[in-house]
């Protein structure tokens, strides 16, 4: 069976079981035609698409494409079927040339040779009328190319089944001309199969076969010039208004196999996790370096950050700098000395831990920044490419390595510049390991925000909760009651980046201060750096489980 096969197929709704959006359907699609979906609005089209797809199960009922159940073949061979939802994604800053390449690389496998990739992104490029606007950014395009963009992206697989929901929706009557007669010549040319959804009916003509739906059942499967005469009607508006009292003739009992067996289909698996993996860094970079606002963000918080915690630091310093330069010169002077000591002890220990605990805030809070809206600002892009055979894995790769450069650079800038400015004691290297890895546990904990909501405000709230309750629940200002500490402190970055960077000063007279003054314990060194890894590795991987997991979904 090459074509589509659908016998006594039924989808009840997932919020009410009772409610069928599709009931009964009945139908075959030959391969190699152009078939067209129409039908009031609600009536189940894009329903009985994403059934199709293999990205909705059926409650009832046989479905088959090329002979295969359509999950089980958008598992097996991600690039057999082509699926466009009603709204096109792309990442807005790439040409179209770049969505076009990007595309062929994470898709064909990687024993096609550069030839002829070149050569079949120019046919693609050809056959989408493409060409004028390859190098134009997306951003710049009007829906009509978006459209064509998006075909051409899912013909770069080169699928044997092309599932196309509204693809003509908002198109002027001429450009909705040329995309029907467009795919119709794409049959004709390719031999694949098109299911196409759309509210119009004025290009009817173009399509081998049509299928009219309402209220979730098949009213008439045939040519287009039939369909009126089925009704007995002399327009489409006559049709449409009768819908509802219209009863559908097609159901069959029984459930048994239709279509014969699968076939082998002309398609292979995507490209290797490792090339996967070099395409979305090198689309990673691009993307950053092209996103101005963002570099200027980055920019600004790199230099501000340091500086504002020198700024607090500028009137205490002095303090911490004389407390090792009185001497003694007589008792009465030792113990006014003494006195004095331990009146600036409890300033200086409140100066020494308030502006550690002051960087790993600020660092928390740039590395909230890079990773709460990086998943969820692309999530439409993102399932597009997990429908199309992305590894999770090389996705989540490059988002690690994109945060963990950040962290680096910023940490870097922080540990430097404080200890520069600052003058505080301790190893540098220790001091920016601790800071580096308070900054990479806040962007992965995001991440992982990032990857379970559906938008990226929401991460963002999300976000900004976590860093806004990092201060209080970290002890560092005012000691929690043990059992609340023992509830939250593992999960409190800020604390064990606070309790490591204290702990480099241990060899001091800064650290006896603050440990003789501050209710709170303070982690050793070895431990907190233990506690931020186990963060790190948390965060990405709860980020990476979801994405699996929406690859297998994508409901």
Request: aromatic share 8%.
């Amino acid at each position: 069976m090459t074509g589509v096969s659908v016998h006594q197929l039924s989808f009840a709704a997932s919020k009410d079981p009772a409610k069928l959006l599709l009931q009964d359907l009945d139908f075959e699609i030959a391969g190699g035609v152009f078939a067209v979906l129409v039908g009031p609005s609600g009536c189940g089209k894009s329903t009985l698409l994403r059934v199709l797809s293999g990205l909705t199960s059926a409650t009832s009922g046989l479905v088959r494409v090329g002979g295969y159940d359509p999950a089980e073949l958008r598992t097996a061979l991600p690039l057999a079927v082509g699926y466009l939802p009603q709204f096109a994604a792309f990442h807005e800053n790439l040409s179209v040339e770049e969505v076009l390449s990007n595309s062929m690389s994470l898709r064909l496998p990687g024993g096609v040779s550069q030839n002829d990739r070149a050569a079949w992104l120019r046919s693609i490029v050809e056959l989408s009328g493409l060409s004028a606007i390859l190098h134009q950014r997306v951003a710049t395009l009007s829906g009509g190319q978006r459209r064509r963009l998006a075909l051409a992206e899912e013909l770069v697989s080169d699928p044997q089944f092309l599932l196309l929901d509204e693809l003509t929706s908002g198109l002027d009557p001429h450009a909705e001309l040329e995309m029907m007669q467009w795919m119709a010549g794409l049959v004709q040319q390719t031999g694949k199969t098109v299911v196409l959804v759309t509210h119009s009916v004025a290009n009817l003509q173009f399509a081998n076969t049509v299928l009219f739906l309402n209220r979730g059942r098949l009213l008439y499967d045939g040519p287009p010039d039939q369909v009126l005469p089925s009704f007995g009607a002399s327009s489409w508006e006559e049709v449409y208004g009768r819908a509802d009292q219209l009863v559908a003739t097609r159901l069959e009992s029984g459930t048994s196999d239709r279509g014969g067996g699968p076939t082998a289909l002309r398609t292979a698996a995507p490209a290797g996790v490792i090339r996967q993996f070099c395409v979305l860094l090198q689309r990673q970079a691009t993307l950053f370096f092209r996103d101005k606002g963002q570099m200027w963000l980055q920019l600004m918080l790199l230099i501000t950050f340091p500086v504002l915690v020198a700024v607090f630091a500028s009137n205490g310093l002095p303090e911490v700098r004389s407390l090792s330069l009185r001497i003694e010169t007589s008792v009465v002077d030792g113990l006014t000395e003494r006195l004095h000591l331990m009146k600036e002890s409890f300033h200086v220990s409140s100066l020494v831990a308030g502006l550690s605990m002051f960087q790993v805030i600020l660092l928390t809070l740039i590395g909230a920044n890079n990773g709460a809206r990086e998943i969820a600002k692309e999530r439409d892009v993102l399932n597009k490419e997990l429908r199309s055979g992305l590894s999770p894995f090389a996705y989540i790769g490059t988002k690690v390595v994109f945060v963990t450069v950040l962290s680096l650079v910023q940490s870097l800038s922080m540990t430097w510049f404080v200890k520069t400015m600052c003058g505080f004691p301790g190893e540098l290297g220790a001091q920016f390991w601790i800071l580096f890895l308070s900054t990479l546990a806040m962007s992965s904990t995001c991440l992982m925000f990032s990857a379970v909501s559906r938008s990226p405000e929401r991460a963002s709230l999300l976000a900004i909760y976590l860093v806004g309750l990092q201060l209080p629940l970290s002890g560092a200002v005012l000691a929690l009651p043990a059992w609340l500490t023992l509830l939250t402190r593992p999960f409190i970055a800020a604390y064990w980046g606070w309790s490591g960077y204290l702990r480099t000063f241990e060899s001091f007279r800064h650290y006896d201060i603050v440990q003789q003054t501050t209710k709170t314990a303070i982690a050793q060194y070895n431990a907190s750096w233990v506690l931020l890894i186990v963060h790190v590795v948390v965060g990405l991987g709860i980020a990476w489980v979801v994405l699996a997991r929406n690859k297998n979904s994508l409901h």
